[in-house]
């Protein structure tokens, strides 16, 4: 009785309840709970398909990433390959630049001994055989650093590629290189082929996608 007059039905409680009013309620609640069903089921079936997006886009930044990452490897490898040639060129050039410097002292050493003979002959002054002295000096003293720059390069150098240092290690020059003409490249293909480009355009093709 106390939910039927909730539902707006008035009751005699004197009489029995007869099958009509309870028949009402009863459609009344039914009709409720499939109205609350379906609710739910609609709020279910927008959560699923939001879901399903939301892994889609996920997916499909994954595989933008994978591309990315395969170019950001592909672009590491080939700049730590390149830094090595050149640290290995840069060490040749040094090496080429210590024999020069050796031979360069000994051309002042050379004139050191040319002046102190000349100022026995009484045709050189004291001040002469110091300067000559001064050259050697500091010819010494440029050549001591560079043999420390190589020294040290050497070093990197044996470390970046995996092997002991060892001061005898030889650096032998590069020979038999043939460079063939190089033909006339658009500006177009050197973008497309960019690293960096290629990175760019997969991110804006997830963009695109979005």
């Known amino acids: 009785m106390d939910a039927m007059t909730q539902q707006g039905i008035t009751v005699d409680p004197a009489t029995e309840l007869w099958i009509g009013p309870m028949t009402t309620v009863t459609n009344k609640a039914i009709n409720q709970v499939i109205q609350g069903v379906g609710a739910v089921t609609s709020g ?4 699923l398909s939001q879901q399903r997006y939301q892994m889609r886009s996920t997916a499909h930044q994954l595989e933008t ?27 040749l050039g040094m090496k080429k630049q210590l024999s ?13 001994n040319r002046a102190m003979r000349l100022r026995e002959l009484g045709l050189a002054s004291d001040e002469d055989v110091v ?18 720059s190589f ?3 050497l070093i990197q150098l044996s470390f970046d590629i995996g092997i002991a240092y060892n001061p005898d290690l030889v650096i032998r020059d590069i020979e038999g290189i043939v460079v063939d003409p190089l033909e006339r490249v658009d500006t177009k293909t050197l973008l497309e ?6 990175i760019a355009s997969n991110s804006l093709d997830e963009t695109m996608w979005q």
């Open 44 to 47: 279910l079936n927008e959560m």
């Open 65 to 91: 990433d994978r591309f990315n990452t395969y170019h950001q490897y592909a672009e590491a490898k080939e700049g730590i390959r390149l830094r090595q040639i050149t640290h290995y060129v840069h060490l």
């Open 100 to 112: 020069v410097m050796n031979e360069y002292e000994q051309t002042v050493r050379a004139e050191l």
């Open 131 to 148: 300067e000559a002295e001064r050259a050697l000096s500091k010819q010494a003293d440029q050549a001591k650093q560079l043999e420390e």
């Open 151 to 153: 020294r040290l390069a």
């Open 193 to 198: 082929q960019a690293y960096q480009v290629k």
